[in-house]
């Protein structure tokens, strides 16, 4: 005779369909107590405070489920897909709840009443990212700054203007992106390792060091290499912040706080703009450029003493075995109160965790034909390109290096083309401030008014098609003789650029990659697209002095046309090849990149009501129930998206 439900719960043993069905046998096959993935009671941790809240995860079999279809079923929207899972209690017997480990549905106000303490972690940790802001347009808009090109020039213009030459204005605007490349390429394997709070602190330790390199640079020679040391920790930020705002919210509230990480550095931007704006009237000695670059060491005092508080991820502690730890962390990020209230459980937000840890784990032992286990973190940066994997990195790389491709190289930094246009220093200061405020407006304006009513899509593509239109007329009048007025409508129009790029993918290209590579490779995907980032901005780097410089090409205006058709080709690209993310959870994502469905579905398609997963030929596909009953209301919570 089998055992019973209730003996085999007993002995510590759980069914499991998806592994066998996986290898085309359609059975169920039983598994020990500490092989279980899905399980929530083995803390072999040490967390003996939730021993009674023990439970394990019943996973029907197909048949069970199309016997008992709900046609009232609610589909998946911002909350996490329904499973359809049984939880059994250590006694064996079915819990009063079926929903128990079901997370429900968030509004936004409700998710920021539940999670207001992990959207305070978000801001500290996005908080880094300032320091990049800061420096990446501080050096660019030194070309520009007297006092600067005057200590590490290398001639002197037709206009009396100390100039750097083009070549070390290319290099010592790359070392930093180069610094961030290999520093964002580390952080990967890294914080699957170490978790993202142990990375970020060593980061801005390491910042506080190099720092002195750029304060004290007595040569061009030696600003170089405090440039590129400096990239290091830096690249980290910005491929920790976004990931680890994913990881700590719900659905609800990700794309404001992976967003989130773009408006900090908008305010490093600002702040910079601000000092040099300042400086450029008030002094005229070395330490017009030192002070902005001592300024930096203020960011590591103020962040280190909040960090070291903060909780670390709970998909990382999940991933890495540490499910007591995850618990706990989880508890920390939720307010307990405001949790009751919505109906929000620290079980139901770990086994939604877990169940898409293992579903990921599933379709990545598929394609590697071997097996993972649920607990540990394997993955290599070589998984992102395999099976469906590979469509997710593209669309992540692509989002964030059409930041670069859009013509931010010529367009946000754009106080030296002011220069080479004829304004005067003055000037080109307060019009880069300006733009730095236009870009603060935008970020607020996309927040309020565009993300919370449109999708992901239409805005990428809308502002794509705005800017290039922008950077083509920029070009026109660079045909134009060149005066004065032609200079102030050409830069009033980079000022647009700005506002129109900060409203679309400025902040897609952080909130996209976070939010479209899977959970367990979420880290290394976004790691992968800031690196797309810096390689497009390597590359537009060097090009950009030569097609300025008055010593190379000296496009001035006409420079827009180039810019304008890289522009236009990441246009073409995010028609065809950009998705609709927008309200889907990644248990949903996942399954819609497993089913391989078109860009142009992704907004409307129906995710099922799965009751476990299956790995086939394409990848993973859900072992649902007939999901007529809920199109209905699928179809009305798509159009009130």
């Excluded at 989002?399 to 080479?420: C, E, I, K, M, R």
Aim: aromatic letters at 10%; hydrophobic letters at 45%; charged letters at 15%.
């Amino acid at each position: 005779m089998p055992a019973s439900t209730a003996d085999k719960a007993k002995k510590g043993l759980v069914t499991e369909t998806a592994r066998g069905q996986a290898n085309g046998q359609g059975n169920v096959r039983e598994l020990p107590e500490e092989e279980d993935t899905f399980a929530l009671a083995s803390d072999s941790d040490g967390d003996v405070s939730d021993t009674n809240d023990e439970m394990r995860i019943h996973t029907p079999e197909k048949d069970e489920v199309d016997d008992d279809i709900d046609d009232d079923a609610p589909s998946e929207r911002q909350g996490l897909v329904d499973r359809s899972v049984e939880v059994v209690a250590n006694d064996g017997r079915p819990l009063a709840e079926n929903t128990a480990l079901v997370e429900p549905d968030l509004d936004v106000r409700t998710a920021l009443r539940v999670y207001r303490k992990a959207v305070f972690w978000c801001l500290v940790t996005s908080a880094c990212v300032i320091m990049e802001g800061y420096d990446m347009i501080l050096i660019g808009n030194f070309f520009a700054f007297p006092p600067f090109a005057a200590k590490y020039g290398q001639f002197v213009d037709d206009a009396g203007q100390h100039q750097l030459s083009p070549a070390w204005m290319a290099a010592l605007s790359n070392a930093a992106p180069l610094g961030c490349f290999v520093g964002t390429w580390f952080n990967g394997p890294l914080v699957a390792r170490f978790g993202h709070k142990r990375v970020l602190l060593a980061a801005l330790g390491t910042l506080s060091g190099t720092i002195f390199l750029t304060f004290f640079a007595p040569t061009i020679t030696v600003l170089l290499i405090g440039e590129l040391l400096c990239g290091l920790p830096w690249g980290i930020f910005a491929s920790s912040a976004p990931a680890y705002a994913s990881e700590l919210l719900p659905t609800a509230l990700r794309s404001y706080l992976t967003s989130w990480t773009n408006m900090c550095f908008i305010v490093g931007q600002l702040i910079s703009a601000a000092v040099l704006a300042i400086l450029v009237d008030t002094r005229h000695d070395e330490w017009a450029f030192r002070i902005p670059f001592g300024l930096q060491w203020l960011w590591p005092v103020l962040i280190v003493p909040i960090l070291v508080f903060a909780p670390e991820s709970p998909w990382h502690l999940v991933r890495t075995g540490r499910r007591a730890a995850a618990r706990q962390s989880l508890r920390r990020l939720q307010s307990p109160a405001a949790a009751v209230a919505a109906g929000v459980s620290v079980e139901a937000t770990l086994a939604t965790i877990e169940r898409t840890n293992n579903l990921e784990v599933a379709e990545a032992s598929h394609h590697q034909h071997h097996s993972s286990q649920g607990g540990g973190d394997d993955a290599t940066y070589w998984d992102c390109f395999r099976g469906t994997e590979l469509r997710r990195t593209e669309i992540a790389c692509m989002a964030f290096a059409a930041q670069v491709l859009a013509g931010a190289p010529f367009a946000y930094n754009s106080t030296y083309f002011f220069q080479q246009v004829g304004l005067a220093t003055h000037t080109t200061y307060l019009l880069n401030t300006g733009g730095t405020l236009l870009a603060l407006a935008g970020t607020l304006v996309n927040w309020f008014a565009l993300m919370p009513r449109y999708g992901r899509r239409p805005i990428f593509v809308g502002g794509m098609a705005v800017m290039t239109s922008l950077l083509a007329t920029v070009g026109f009048l660079g045909l134009v003789p060149e005066s004065r007025a032609i200079g102030l409508v050409q830069a009033s129009l980079t000022l647009a650029w700005t506002l129109a790029f900060q409203l679309s993918v400025g902040q897609l290209g952080w909130a996209l990659p976070a939010e479209v590579g899977s959970t367990r490779l979420r880290q290394r995907t976004v790691c992968l697209a800031r690196n797309a980032y810096y390689l497009s901005s390597l590359l537009a780097n060097v090009a950009q002095p030569y097609l300025l410089n008055p010593g190379a090409l000296d496009l001035k205006g006409t420079v827009g046309f180039v810019w304008a058709v890289l522009a236009g080709l990441v246009l073409v690209w995010a028609i065809f090849r950009l998705p609709e993310t927008k309200g889907r959870s990644y248990e949903a994502l996942d399954w819609l990149f497993a089913q391989r469905t078109p860009t142009w579905k992704f907004a409307t398609a129906k995710v099922p009501i799965g009751a476990g997963t299956a790995v086939e030929e394409g990848g993973v596909a859900a072992v649902h129930r007939n999901d007529e009953g809920d199109s209905h209301e699928m179809e009305r919570l798509v159009q009130n998206s």
